[in-house]
């Protein structure tokens, strides 16, 4: 845990910032006349690759997928 005066986080934002984003400190707390008054914390990141549906992870393609659009395909004379 970090405590600073409000004139050190003026000039300090951004090396507060980055001990957050470095995970050096998970709050920092912001004080005025020596009594913490506010915090700073990260905001939580979602996760890019969310899945949506209730199927996520219950369907595997099978690995001879691309030979059966080839097979397709010579049902139609070579050409789809």
Known sequence: MTQVNMLEAKTELS???KMLEMRQEEVIYLAR??????????IP???VHKR??????KFRVPDE??????????????EI
């Open 15 to 17: 090396r507060l910032v």
């Open 33 to 42: 006349n020596g009594k913490a008054v506010a915090q700073m914390t990260l």
């Open 45 to 47: 990141q979602e996760s």
């Open 52 to 57: 949506i549906g209730v199927a996520e992870g």
């Open 65 to 78: 997928f691309e030979s059966w659009d080839r097979e397709v395909e010579e049902m139609f004379g070579g």
